[in-house]
């Protein structure tokens, strides 16, 4: 075991400029209060941060922390993908206020939108299964007179909402701390090991999700029924011709918004759906819960929240970037460090300027190729045979789980040599003005 000392602990034949093997901390930072401050924030802000749809009816306790667990696995991966997720459940949650705006209910709120779009809201009909409604579909029904608007204040809601204060504000606490002690080395001039910054990574993408999820309750596991006199019959009747197609998921699946042709998060899920099927479907039919990724806007993804969220992706990975010229305990380690990194900025790169040339060409494409002549680059891609899906996502895929892979690898394992300041305590003194 290696120890901090002012002499550098390594050999003419090591890199110099490094502390090899386990530093001890008594005057110092050490390798175990780094990798132990890391893990904390990570689990913190991937427990805590996620806001997930109503579970399927009957899960048990066990069931549901599988649940939770399996999400916070894919959060520690893939953070930026659920603060997207996140912010597109903002925007149809905000749409939805717009629209009850419209029909005259004003009481109806952000929190009560994010609570439609979890599966919050069970329709029950007299001669039909019961199954959940969307802030789309309720709009629908009480614009129509099909159902009374649902009297619910947020209070209710909000009891339903099982955040844990105490635990928020410890998973706070933590990561502002962090966020400083990281300023403060940056500051001073002090290397910060790439496992930090990659929690530094996982801290902006938390505060933009918390931002984007604040009205979403936690961890709700029953929803509030809703009953109408309305046969669904009757409802699919008075819909006309829209509605004369089977459903897929509901009966009020013809109200269900086109892909968002803007969407920053739709075509990864749909990648994902053609190798894996993460967030599975409700097996039973109508669906008995929504999954976690499928939030639509009704009136689809506005410019600003695309650009914010491309800003918001390229800051995420650029902020691997100060890891460039980090000494590594390996030439190789150093030189994957970067090219792993730069794989990602060139991949999202790649993929925003595939969106517009995508919504642009779609039509034209769909009419010459396929068989149906659809708006959106997602509808193409669900015309392609299988087998071209699976050409054209496993390469993406690949790149993409390699690089972010490497990335959290190389965090732990370059513990075994950090640069000697890596080491150093910050000294606050500094930054007391001196009178």
């Not at 110092?28 to 806001?51: A, H, M, N, Y």
């Not at 109508?286 to 639509?296: D, G, S």
């Not at 929240?305 to 390996?330: D, K, M, R």
């Amino acid at each position: 075991m290696a120890t901090f000392t002012s002499t550098p602990p390594y050999n003419a034949s090591e890199s110099p400029g490094l502390a090899h093997g386990w530093i001890s901390q008594p005057e110092g930072r050490g390798t175990l209060s780094v990798l132990l401050s890391c893990i904390t924030t990570i689990f913190l802000c991937s427990w805590s941060v996620l806001c997930l749809n109503i579970p399927e009816p009957g899960l048990s306790r066990w069931g549901f922390l599988k649940y939770k667990l399996r999400w916070q696995l894919f959060t520690i991966v893939f953070p930026e993908v659920v603060t997207s997720m996140a912010a597109e459940q903002w925007e149809s949650a905000n749409q939805s206020v717009v629209e009850f705006k419209r029909l005259g209910h004003p009481q109806w709120t952000m929190r009560h939108a994010f609570f439609a779009d979890m599966g919050g809201f069970v329709l029950e009909c007299p001669d039909f299964p019961s199954f959940p409604v969307n802030s789309e579909q309720l709009a629908y029904l009480v614009e129509r007179k099909l159902l009374q608007y649902p009297d619910i204040d947020q209070e209710t809601i909000w009891d339903r909402n099982k955040a844990d204060g105490f635990a928020r504000m410890v998973t706070t606490v933590q990561f502002t701390w962090f966020f400083i002690q990281c300023l403060a080395r940056w500051v001073q001039r002090l290397a910060i090991s790439t496992l930090e910054i990659t929690t530094f990574a996982t801290i902006l993408a938390t505060l933009n999700s918390l931002l984007f999820w604040y009205h979403k309750p936690l961890d709700v596991g029953t929803p509030i029924v809703l009953k109408t006199e309305s046969r669904m019959a009757d409802i699919l009747v008075k819909a006309g011709a829209r509605a004369c197609q089977p459903y897929d998921l509901t009966p009020l699946d013809f109200l269900k918004s086109p892909p968002a042709s803007r969407s920053i998060v739709a075509p990864f899920w749909f990648g994902m759906g053609v190798l894996i099927d993460f967030d599975k479907e409700s097996l039973s039919r109508p669906v008995q819960r929504f999954v976690n990724y499928k939030t639509r806007p009704p009136a689809g993804i506005t410019i600003r929240e695309t650009i914010y969220l491309g800003l918001f992706e390229f800051a995420y990975f650029g902020v691997h970037l100060v890891g460039w010229n980090q000494l590594f305990p390996s030439r190789a380690e150093l030189y994957l460090w970067r090219v792993s990194n730069l794989v990602l900025l060139g991949l999202l790169a790649v993929y925003l300027i595939a969106i517009p040339i995508g919504v642009v060409s779609s039509r034209a494409f769909s009419r010459r190729w396929l068989v149906e002549e659809v708006d959106t680059p997602l509808e193409v891609a669900a015309q392609l045979p299988r087998w071209a899906q699976i050409m054209i996502h496993i390469p993406i895929l690949a790149l993409y789980l390699s690089a972010r892979s490497y990335i959290l690898l190389e965090g732990f394992i370059s513990l075994r040599a950090l640069p000697l300041s890596a080491y150093v305590d910050i000294t606050w003194a500094n930054f007391v003005p001196h009178v």
